[in-house]
């Protein structure tokens, strides 16, 4: 089965500094992998997804992730926080099953960002 | 283009009680997948149906089951209620079965189930 850790439950970031949340999954076969943002009360929105091709892949907000297959790691980065930017967010990797693919996800990281 | 749609929004049943929480997906999508997020447990898949058929069920007792019709709309049940079913529930839709390539799961605002 595959995992998913999330290292930090809680990140705490100023305005304008580089926003770094960690992923690591465990995977034995070339994973699809997905950042969602949650923000309160409110259901999970997709940032970007890892399927194939380019290592480096842009998201919406300008987020972006970078899949490191040697490091089995997958770390969401911002260059610049903004107050907007606070929420959990979660890493997920996709695991088949059935013929339908499902997502495990890591236990979240709770941005806050301080003005 | 409508989200996905979950009602209710807030519910607070009784220990022993059942409830039924619904789901309407994105207008075309055939499937639903439900999530129960907990703060001790985070999300966890519960089962996903695809053409009114269940196609994969995750490690859940089967006090809880699902079903959809044929207009996409899913329903989970949970009978015999206990005070750690408390959790958000959410759905997801999406176009197809495999998340790969273009296909997105959307997600819905979910259900936050209480239990007393």
């Known amino acids: 089965a595959q995992s998913v850790t999330q290292l930090g439950s809680h990140v705490s970031v100023s305005e304008g500094a580089l926003v770094l949340l960690r992923c690591n999954y465990s995977s034995s076969v070339p994973p699809y992998l997905f950042w969602y943002v949650q923000y309160p009360n409110q259901g999970l929105q997709l940032l970007l997804k890892?399927?194939?091709?380019?290592?480096l892949v842009k998201g919406i907000n300008g987020f972006e992730a970078e899949f490191k297959k040697s490091e089995t790691s997958f770390h969401l980065t911002k260059p610049s926080a903004h107050m907007s930017d606070a929420a959990e967010y979660f890493c997920a990797v996709s695991e088949e099953e059935g013929g339908s693919e499902k997502l495990v996800f890591g236990k979240g990281t709770k941005l806050t960002v301080n003005p | 283009k409508a989200g996905v749609t979950q009602t209710p929004r807030y519910l607070i049943k009784t220990r022993g009680q059942q409830v039924t929480l619904s789901c309407s997906p994105i207008?075309?999508?055939?499937?639903v997948s439900w999530y129960q997020q907990t703060p001790g447990q985070g999300l966890q898949f519960l089962f996903e149906y695809f053409s009114e058929t269940q196609r994969n069920k995750g490690n859940f007792p089967g006090r809880f089951s699902g079903r959809q019709f044929s207009n996409s709309r899913s329903e989970m049940n949970v009978s015999t209620l206990e005070l750690g079913d408390s959790a958000l529930y959410l759905c997801?839709?999406?176009?197809?079965?495999?998340?790969?390539?273009?296909?997105?799961?959307?997600f819905g605002q979910g259900t936050r189930l209480t239990v007393v």
């Open positions: 207008s075309g999508h055939r499937s």
């Open positions: 890892y399927t194939t091709g380019a290592t």
């Open positions: 997801a839709s999406s176009s197809d079965r495999r998340l790969s390539g273009n296909t997105e799961a959307f």
